[in-house]
C-alpha cells in the first residue's frame, strides 16, 4: 500500500470532512427545532456563497465578504424561520416536506436568474500552494480544517458557557419545560436557524474553491452533510460533527483504494452510509433513542 497517498487522502478527507461537519451540524440544529431534515439548507448555503462573491466583486476585502456573509446569512436564516416556517409550525409534516422543496427551488432558481448558471471561480484567501510535504495537503485544505476547528470550537464554547446557548439547548431538549422555566421557546428555534444558516454560509464559502461556485454546487455536499448527521445521530451536535470527519475520510480512502468506486461513484458511499446506519442504529452512533410512553 502507498503510505503516502494514504496520508494524503485521510488528510483531504479531514479538509472535506470538516465542510460536511459543518453542514451536518446545521441541518441537525434544524432538525432538534423542529424535528423535520431541511432539504434547502446546502442551497442556503449556496445562495450565501454567492452574495460573498457578489460583495467581493464590489471590491471588498475577502475576510470583510466573509463577516458580511455570515451576518446577512443569519439574518436570513432567522427570517426564513419567523415569516415562512412559524406559522405552519403545527402543520402536517407533509406540508413542511413542500415547503422545503419550495424553498430549495426557489433559491436554486433565483440564483440561477441573479447570477446565471456558468461557472465560476471562488478566490480562497490560504493560496494554492503545498501546506506540509510535496503536495500532501494544500494550503487551502489546512486552511478549511483550521477554520472549521475554529468554528466548532467557538460553538462548543457558545453552546456551554453562555445563557443564550444554554437556553436554546434547554428549548432543543424539552420545549415545555423551557417554556415553564421562562424561555423564549419561539425565538431560541429563530435563532438556531440563523446560526445554522450563518454555519452552512461558512461551508460554502471554504468549498466554493473546490467544486466552484454554480447553482447546483452544494447538492452533493448535502448529500453528505445528510449522512453525517445521521452516521452521528440527528439529535447530537457532537455526533454530527464526528459524522462529517469521518465521512469525508471513508469518502476519500474508499474512492482511491476500493476498485471499481472511483469518483463516479463517491456519492454512492454517502447513500450506502445511511442505509447501513440505519439498519444497525436507526438513532444514529451518537444519537439517543426516543422512547415514547404509553
Known amino acids: 500500500m502507498n503510505w503516502e497517498l494514504l496520508l494524503h487522502q485521510v488528510l483531504a478527507g479531514l479538509a472535506t470532512g470538516g465542510i460536511y461537519a459543518c453542514i ?3 441541518v441537525v440544529m434544524i432538525y432538534q427545532a423542529i424535528d423535520h431534515l431541511n432539504f434547502a439548507q446546502g442551497e442556503m448555503a449556496m445562495f450565501s456563497t454567492f452574495i460573498a462573491w457578489q460583495l467581493m466583486n464590489w471590491g471588498c476585502p475577502y475576510w470583510v465578504a466573509f463577516v458580511l456573509t455570515i451576518a446577512i446569512s443569519f439574518v436570513g436564516g432567522l427570517a426564513i424561520e419567523r415569516i415562512v416556517f412559524k406559522p405552519i409550525h403545527d402543520a402536517p409534516i407533509l406540508s413542511h416536506i413542500v415547503v422545503f422543496i419550495a424553498l430549495f427551488s426557489i433559491l436554486n432558481s433565483s440564483a440561477g436568474w441573479i447570477w446565471d448558471y456558468t461557472i465560476k471561480d471562488f478566490p480562497t484567501p490560504f493560496g494554492t500552494r503545498s501546506l506540509i510535504g510535496n503536495g500532501l495537503i494544500s494550503a487551502h485544505d489546512g486552511g478549511m480544517i483550521g477554520v472549521t476547528l475554529v468554528l466548532l470550537a467557538l460553538l462548543y464554547l457558545f453552546f456551554r458557557h453562555t445563557r443564550i446557548g444554554l437556553a436554546m439547548r434547554a428549548a432543543a431538549a424539552n420545549p ?9 421557546v419561539g425565538w431560541m428555534v429563530a435563532l438556531g436557524w440563523g446560526m445554522a444558516a450563518a454555519i452552512g454560509a461558512v461551508a460554502g464559502m471554504l468549498i466554493a474553491p473546490v467544486v466552484f461556485l454554480e447553482p447546483n454546487m452544494m447538492i452533493g455536499i448535502l448529500l453528505y452533510g445528510f449522512a453525517a448527521a445521521v452516521v452521528g445521530g440527528l439529535t447530537s451536535p457532537g455526533g454530527a460533527v464526528i459524522g462529517g470527519f469521518a465521512v469525508g475520510v471513508i469518502e476519500n480512502v474508499a474512492g ?6 472511483g ?13 447501513a446506519v440505519l439498519l444497525v442504529k436507526p438513532s444514529g452512533l451518537f444519537g439517543r433513542s426516543v422512547v415514547s410512553r404509553v
Open 263 to 275: 469518483r463516479e461513484l463517491k456519492l454512492t458511499i454517502a447513500l450506502v452510509l445511511i442505509v
Open 256 to 261: 482511491t483504494f476500493i476498485p471499481y468506486f
Open 24 to 26: 451536518a451540524l446545521a
Open 176 to 184: 415545555e419545560s423551557a417554556r415553564l422555566a421562562g424561555i423564549r
